[in-house]
């Protein structure tokens, strides 16, 4: 049987999310596309008509969440058939496709404009896949384009889209968006917080992007998310401690005492957890050694009689030359001779001697 990867997703359960839920985005959630998540339950679907469309193509929206969990790097590529579900109406005449793209002052253009009073809308029908093909090409090329530090500030600054971490969303957190989506900011204290670090979030992520760090938890992000819900477990879920994440939200924080005593003790758990992360990547990284086995191949002085007895003798060997001096070195003067070519591969490696005589040791 065929071992299935974990987080394989499944047709089936997708449907089933998708048609009481669809215009929330479940099916979205649940295919770890949070962003496009976040947008259903704005727009409710991308105005119904995302939702309708997802039905028919579901299939592939499955094949392309399992493909980006056997080859990550292909995380940044972007679909077409994405591209022209944010391009449909409204959606698209407000921008969708080309924020999804990457493409953000065309995006924030359409969105001033409707779509440059929809005739850039509809022009963008026809010249999207050589749009797509570009952009892939670039980040296949040179990598996920890096973000700007200045550019997240005037999202977070701004107080609606900041309290509703679109961000994080910028900066590819989209599961800290989607948080600060249905929190408002983690209570505005997140918010509060991200004016303040949000530059070094961003360098982080950058770092990320070249593959200059490694996914850890960062302990900034965990007293975040433990001072204002800490209570119902958050930080704990963020550590991938799921069942301590469960057991806070089912007893509040341990009725509040575990919740105040994790205030003291973040940070060493985090540095804990780090380590074993860090232990656990070189175990994985570390080449695995083979050890082989070497035979030696023995040679066996027998006379020309006891070669007989073998159940493969080797040929004769021509009486013009004398068996004795046949393997020895060529540095001795009587080493006239050489083998002949059928004997020198021989497999069994056997030395012919005059009957009654032994070669000096020097000769074997």
Known sequence: ?????????????????????????????????????????????????????????????????????????????KKLHDVYVAWLPLGGMLGFHHYYMGRTGWGVAYTFTLGFLTIGWLIDLFIIPKLLRERNKRIETNGPAKKSAASAYVICLFPIT?????????????????????????????????????????????????????????????????????????????????????????????????????????????????????LGNRVQQDPVIIQTTTTTTTTKIVTPEQAGSYTNPPPAVPPQQNPAQIYCPPSYDDAVNQPPEHLQNHTNNIVYVEAGELPPKEKI
Not at 48 to 77: C, K, Q, S, T, Y
Not at 223 to 247: A, D, E, M, S, T
Request: with cysteine; proline share 3%; charged share 20%.
């Open 162 to 278: 900041g309290l509703l971490g679109f961000h994080h969303h910028y900066l590819g957190r989209h599961w800290w968006g989607a948080l600060y989506t249905f929190t408002i900011g983690l209570l505005g204290v997140g918010w509060l917080l991200d004016i303040c670090r949000l530059k070094f979030v961003v360098e982080r992520e950058n770092r990320k992007l070249k593959n200059e760090e490694d996914n850890k938890f960062y302990i900034d992000d965990a007293y975040i998310l433990c001072f204002p819900l800490g209570f119902l477990g958050l930080h704990q879920f963020y550590l991938k401690r799921y069942g301590w994440g469960v057991l806070y939200l089912l007893t509040f924080g341990l009725l509040g005492i575990g919740w105040i005593t994790d205030w003291f003790r973040l940070s060493c758990l985090v540095n804990s957890l780090n380590k074993e992360l860090i």
């Open 1 to 77: 049987m065929e071992k299935v990867p974990t987080g394989h997703k499944r047709i089936l359960d997708a449907y089933v999310l998708a048609f009481p839920l669809g215009f929330l985005g479940a099916h979205h959630f649940y295919l770890n596309r949070p962003g496009w998540g976040v947008i259903y339950i704005f727009t409710f679907g991308l105005f119904g008509l995302g939702w309708v469309v997802d039905w028919f193509r579901l299939p592939f929206l499955v094949r392309d969440a399992n493909e980006r969990l056997a080859n990550p790097e292909r995380m940044h590529i």
